[in-house]
């Protein structure tokens, strides 16, 4: 594992040193599992006094926290500094070049000398792969795709005919690109399948989780936008596009042709419907039905959805709805009362 001064790391963090600033730091780990040697992180009080009792060399915090204890390297916001820390002491593990003997490549592919092609994997006709692209082992490329530059496919990945991903982009095991979209047209009592002729393009530093589906669009394409990551078990149907620095939640799915701003959040276990049109910097929370157009900026929450703050009054007066009932019951009881009380 490699090791680095203080000092340096802090330079690499744009921080600054509190301490030893020449102690070699060896790892990287949470409180609790420090040891000499390593670098731990902490974001609030709590988290600090746990570091302070560790065996950890020194701690990653933010301005103004000080130790008499431990070395610190202050930074301004230890989370994002704790993401870049980490490839410094675990980096990517990189892939000798070359194609595996067990390997099946078209000789219409044009494969970068320096990609590496693992085991049992498949490549089509006309493929392009980019430079130091790795497929990991039992993956599949269908014939006229393009994969980029420092692209990870992780083993039993699957791309469609007519893929294409940008640079950097990661996908995770099991995840399906570009398979048929789901389009039925009913026709003298059977579902007649709509024809899907598209494809999925997807830019660069996007990361798609284990078991994602992203279907081809039925005549243009599905789109997912740049910098965006998509977790574990999410469905894109075809035709979708989704803009840039979205965050697809686990189990979280969007229906056929709708569209997504910029910096969109969807939370797990979410459904958009179809032809929707989401703006930019929208969060849906977790389990909302959307079934409308969402402006920039809201959020939504609830199934069937809606603006936070509405749905939030309705279910405040959802729970009033026992005792309100209790209340309409005993007035109605006093009206008869009285409208017998008159008629005597």
Not at 116 to 135: D, Y
Request: net charge neutral; charged share 20%; proline share 3%.
């Amino acid at each position: 594992m490699p090791s680095f001064t203080a000092a340096q790391l802090a330079q690499q963090l744009e921080g600054e040193v509190v301490g030893d600033s020449s102690i070699q730091l060896t790892g990287f780990a949470l409180a609790e599992r420090a040891e000499a040697g390593h670098l731990t992180f902490a974001e609030n009080k709590e988290y600090f006094a746990k570091a302070e009792q560790s065996g950890a060399a020194a701690i990653l915090v933010g301005d103004g926290v000080s130790s008499s204890r431990k070395t610190l390297i202050r930074v301004r916001n230890p989370r994002i500094a704790f993401a870049k820390v980490l490839p410094l002491f675990f980096p990517e593990r990189q892939f000798a070049a070359g194609i595996h003997p067990s390997a099946i490549v078209a000789k219409t592919a044009a494969i970068d000398p320096s990609a590496h092609i693992g085991p049992h994997c498949v490549v089509g006709e006309r493929v392009k792969i980019g430079m130091r692209s790795a497929l990991l082992g039992g993956n599949h490329i269908g014939d006229d795709s393009q994969i980029g530059d420092d692209v990870r496919l992780f083993p039993n990945v699957v791309l469609y005919a007519r893929s294409q991903l940008g640079q950097r982009v990661r996908v995770h095991a099991g995840t399906v690109i570009g398979s048929d979209g789901y389009g039925y047209v009913f026709d003298a009592g059977q579902h007649r399948k709509v024809l899907q002729i598209g494809n999925v393009i997807i830019h660069d530093d996007v990361e798609i989780g284990s078991n994602a589906c992203i279907d081809r669009g039925a005549l243009g394409s599905t789109v997912i936008g740049r910098g965006t990551k998509i977790d574990n078990h999410v469905q894109v149907a075809h035709n979708v596009v989704v803009g840039e620095g979205c965050l697809l939640v686990g189990q979280s799915g969007i229906a056929g042709s709708t569209r997504l701003g910029n910096y969109v959040v969807i939370a797990a276990q979410a459904g958009i419907a179809g032809h929707l049109t989401i703006g930019n910097q929208v969060t849906i929370a977790g389990q909302a039905g959307v079934m409308n157009d969402i402006p920039d900026g809201q959020k939504w929450i609830g199934s069937p959805a809606g603006p936070d703050r509405e749905v939030k009054r309705q279910w405040v007066a959802a729970r009033r709805l026992p005792e309100i009932l209790q209340r309409v019951a005993a007035l109605e009881k006093t009206i008869a009362e009285l409208k017998n009380a008159a008629k005597t």
